[in-house]
Each structure stands twice: as structure tokens, then as C-alpha cells.
């Protein structure tokens, strides 16, 4: 079968990509709202996109309901975010947070996730991730009216001393995405 994207709609795009490119990491992203509400939420189309300086794109697509989602919309006003990693052990919390909440309500208050205030300058991280980006605000590109692309420049990151060595040489098991499951 060969089907030609410019005649496909964007969720059946989504599922094409979704379902043929994998394992895709995922990014477990935190924000704060200027009320200082924090959101917690999963990205699985993400990737790192320059090393010098480190930037990621993170694809996110709009609620539902057509508005942005709580993740954009803070990165947007508050020019920060920290991106997690995700262990197997958090796979119940992770798909918690994939859940679309009001705007006021914190994911991690509402599941019950411990966070890490790990640097004031951003928002907590998930506690006990082994590795953690703190992100500033870098550019949003928006390729349609469905999905925006965040980028976020990385100016430091945590790395749990349970792995973290001098040579910089570790091993992590993240969750990945799969089609609809997980690895």
C-alpha cells in the first residue's frame, strides 16, 4: 500500500509515524504555570536534534478539544521546562500523566508523584529519575494548526549517582513507546 500524506489527515499521519518509527523515547516533561501550578506530562515524539548546544524538539499535538496543551502553553509563558527520563517503575505514573487535566490542576498533586526541586531556576523533575534536562525556552515551529514543535536548549543536566560515572558511559532503561505499548 502506498498512501501519500498530503491526502492523509493528521491523526492518520500520527498513527503511521507512531506505529513505524520505533522505540521512541519518551519525554516526561514538567512546567509551571505563572500561578506556579506544575504539569506533568508524556511526549513520545521526541527527539535531541544538536548536541552543540543541546537542543530537543518535542512534538505536541493540541488537546482534544482543539487548545493547546498545559505543556506548550507554559514552556511558552514561563520560558522553562525539565525533561525526565522514565523508568519501567514509573509506567503506571507516566500514562496517569498522559491524561488531559484542566488547566489548574497539577498531574504530579493529582497521581500522586513525587517531584525533585533539584535547581530553583526550573521546574522539579520527577523524583528519582536518573536523569534529568533543565531546559530553557528556545523556539516553537507550528508545521499545521493541530501540533506545535516546542525546542528546548538543555543548559544543565542531573544525572543520578547511581549510574553516573566520569567517562560518562551508562546505561539506562527507559520506557519507550511502541505503536500503543511499551518497552
Do not use: H
Not at 521546562?81 to 500523566?97: D, K, R, V
Amino acid at each position: 500500500m502506498l498512501l501519500t500524506f498530503k491526502d492523509s489527515t493528521p491523526l492518520a499521519n500520527y498513527k503511521i509515524l507512531s506505529n513505524a518509527i520505533t522505540p521512541r523515547p519518551i519525554a516526561w516533561v514538567s512546567t509551571k504555570s505563572a500561578a506556579g501550578v506544575v504539569n506533568l506530562a508524556p511526549f513520545s515524539f521526541f527527539a535531541p536534534l544538536c548536541s552543540a548546544p543541546v537542543i530537543f524538539s518535542i512534538n505536541i499535538m493540541n488537546k482534544s478539544n482543539g487548545d493547546l496543551k498545559d505543556t506548550l502553553l507554559n514552556a511558552k509563558m514561563t520560558k522553562k521546562a525539565t525533561i525526565s527520563t522514565a523508568q519501567p517503575q514509573f509506567l503506571e505514573s507516566l500514562q496517569q500523566t498522559s491524561s488531559e487535566l484542566p488547566f489548574n490542576i497539577s498531574e504530579p498533586a493529582q497521581f500522586n508523584i513525587p517531584m525533585s526541586e533539584i535547581n530553583d531556576d526550573f521546574p522539579p523533575m520527577v523524583q528519582d529519575s536518573l536523569v534529568a534536562f533543565f531546559c530553557d525556552f528556545k523556539d516553537i515551529l507550528s508545521f499545521s494548526s493541530t501540533q506545535d514543535t516546542l525546542l528546548l536548549e538543555a543548559k544543565e543536566v542531573f544525572i543520578d549517582d547511581r549510574i553516573y560515572n566520569e567517562n560518562l558511559n551508562f546505561t539506562l532503561q527507559n520506557i519507550g513507546r511502541v505503536g500503543k505499548g511499551y518497552i
